[in-house]
């Protein structure tokens, strides 16, 4: 029989819920009393009020991009290096009482606090037990312990299952190789590729590695190929998403056949799937951006969009886990597009649309004949016409300044790949 570490992660969906925004109010509400950016972007929030989704949808989404943007201009005027958004600090910043243990750097640089308590918030255990992780295990981790927290954010979860960890980090593959053969490690972390790569030149080195069993992978693309090749040599790989700022935020969760359908969200965060360039969430099954709502007290990150697009699955886990089930990682939501020496944003798009309640999914696809930028929103129409394209183009121009074309489309003829803007030019 399945087992799992935590019971609430086979509770009724609406148990689940009711849990989650009974402790929002009080998230958001510490979120606006111990930091500054949210103090002034959640100003004229209640967070009494802040008790369902639709509530939650009519909050602000803070991108990874303009977290960057923010925590530049305060370093830069000399100010908070984290830009407000986090209530523990160092040397002044942040709470006296609440200090930070660790400080890192994700590209940008974006650089994130990290109290004593992070295998606390980042919950990566529950990930790795779900890979089949189980205390005694020794752990070959090869994220980064570099700067990045990627090698801490898996170490600290193998930690409270009970593992052992060696902290491998990146690159020294020959040294990598030796301490595995001598070692024998069951189980490792770190991305798909760099596997690859250890096990192939392992192989060529005359020292194959036999002792893996399990792998949680990350950080990367997991083709189906490289999961069949784990799987001929006996290892059964499983995908974690996560990201540096938010911890887990969702992860595979094989059946009793090892078999894998979608990642199930994390059982203490609140995932929203929203249009690209917008906050507003979008239909079950449609693609948008991933944006989370943590309940970290030293990062209380409240709608934070990851920049990644996937999209909601329906049915239950064959894992017996009942909360949410997402397809994974589908590529980029930043869409942003420079045409014309213009810069054109998804927001922009979904607001020419929204004049226009006729129109479906609308796609914006700039190409270059003759080696000059064209832009034509294509939009899907039960009903097109000669005035109704003229008032888009209209409105086009309006919202972007930059001509362009329209294209009507059959009603469910464009994709659903969350694609709001397609660069399809062509350089010679």
């Not at 090869?142 to 690159?171: E, K, N, Q």
């Not at 935020?249 to 056949?257: C, Q, R």
Request: net charge neutral.
């Amino acid at each position: 029989m399945q087992t799992f570490p935590d019971p609430r992660e086979t509770r009724a969906a609406s148990e689940r819920e009711a849990e989650l925004f009974s402790r929002l109010d009080q998230q958001i509400a510490h979120a606006k009393a111990t930091t500054a950016a949210f103090a002034k972007s959640l100003a004229a929030i209640d967070p009494a009020g802040v008790t369902s989704r639709a509530a939650l949808a009519k909050l602000p989404v803070i991108r990874k991009s303009e977290l960057l943007e923010v925590q530049q201009v305060s370093r830069a005027a000399g100010g908070d290096p984290f830009g407000g958004f986090a209530a523990i600090g160092f040397a002044g910043w942040g709470s006296p009482a609440r200090r930070a243990a660790h400080v890192y750097a994700s590209p940008g640089p974006i650089y994130e606090p990290e109290s004593a308590e992070a295998h606390a918030y980042r919950r990566t255990a529950r990930a790795l037990y779900a890979a089949g992780f189980r205390a005694g295990d020794l752990v070959h981790n090869t994220f980064s312990y570099h700067m990045t927290p990627g090698g801490w954010i898996m170490d600290a979860g193998a930690v409270a299952l009970g593992c052992a960890v060696f902290p491998a980090g990146v690159g020294n593959t020959e040294q990598q190789i030796a301490a595995m053969h001598d070692l024998k490690p069951v189980a490792y972390t770190g991305t798909p590729s760099f596997l690859r790569i250890l096990l192939e030149k392992a192989d060529e080195l005359g020292t194959p590695i036999t002792s893996l069993k399990k792998a949680s992978v990350s950080g990367e693309y997991f083709p189906p190929q490289l999961r069949d090749m784990l799987k001929a040599r006996g290892i059964v790989g499983t995908q974690t998403y996560g990201t540096a700022d938010l911890g887990l935020i969702a992860y595979e969760a094989p059946d009793a056949n090892g078999n894998v359908q979608g990642m199930v969200i994390d059982e203490d965060i609140i995932v929203e799937i929203v249009r690209p360039g917008t906050g507003e969430p979008v239909a079950d099954g449609e693609v948008g951006e991933i944006v989370v709502t943590t309940f970290n007290a030293d990062y209380p990150l409240i709608r934070f969009g990851t920049g990644d697009l996937s999209a909601v699955l329906a049915g239950p886990c064959p894992s017996g886990r009942t909360n949410t089930r997402i397809k994974g990682w589908m590529g980029r939501a930043d869409q942003t597009a420079k045409i014309k020496g213009m810069f054109v944003h998804p927001s922009q798009v979904d607001q020419v649309a929204k004049r226009f309640p006729e129109l479906g999914r609308v796609r914006l696809v700039i190409t270059n004949p003759d080696q000059k930028d064209a832009m034509a929103l294509h939009a899907e129409c039960a009903a097109p016409s000669d005035a109704l394209k003229a008032k888009i183009v209209e409105a086009l121009r309006d919202v972007t300044k930059l001509g362009g074309d329209v294209v009507f489309a059959g009603i469910g003829s464009l994709a659903n790949d969350g694609k709001v803007i397609d660069d399809a030019r062509k350089y010679e």
